[in-house]
C-alpha cells in the first residue's frame, strides 16, 4: 500500500485547508485510515480516524474544526481543516491501520504511512 499526501501549506489563523491522502496498492487490507501530526519537540499524536464501516474518530483539540472522510471510489482519503490556529502547525501524516483502537493505543501501529505534509499556521 502507498500512500501519498497533498494539501499543505501556510495559512492564517481562522483560515482552511484541505489535506488529501492518495492510497495505491493492496488497499483491499485497509481497515481504518486517519491522520496523524507531529509538531516539533512533541510526540505524534492522532488527530482523526475513520473506519471502513465509516465510524470515525477526532482528538478533542480538533473536535468541531476538522471532518474527516473517504472517498472510496477514488481510494482517497480527506481532512478538512477549519477554524485553523497556530497550534496545528505540524507535519501530517496519513496512516492506515487495522482498527481506530489501535490507531489510538499505538500512534506506531499502522502498517502504511505516506511522507507527511506540512501544515503551518500564522497567528
Known amino acids: 500500500v502507498q500512500l501519498v499526501e497533498s494539501g499543505g501549506g501556510l495559512v492564517q489563523a481562522g483560515g482552511s485547508l484541505r489535506l488529501s491522502c492518495a492510497a495505491s496498492?493492496?488497499?483491499?487490507?485497509?481497515?481504518?485510515m486517519g491522520w496523524y501530526r507531529q509538531a516539533p519537540g512533541k510526540e505524534r499524536e492522532l488527530v482523526a480516524a475513520?473506519?471502513?464501516?465509516?465510524?470515525?474518530y477526532y482528538a478533542d483539540s480538533v473536535k468541531g474544526r476538522f471532518t474527516i472522510s473517504r472517498d472510496n471510489a477514488k481510494n482517497t482519503l480527506y481532512l478538512q481543516m477549519n477554524s485553523l490556529k497556530p497550534e496545528d502547525t505540524a507535519m501530517y501524516y496519513c496512516a492506515a491501520g487495522q482498527t481506530i483502537a489501535t490507531m489510538r493505543a499505538d500512534p506506531m501501529s499502522p502498517g502504511y504511512w505516506g511522507k507527511g505534509t506540512l501544515v503551518t499556521v500564522s497567528s
Open positions: 475513520i473506519s471502513s464501516g465509516g465510524s470515525t
Open positions: 496498492g493492496s488497499i483491499f487490507s485497509i481497515n481504518a
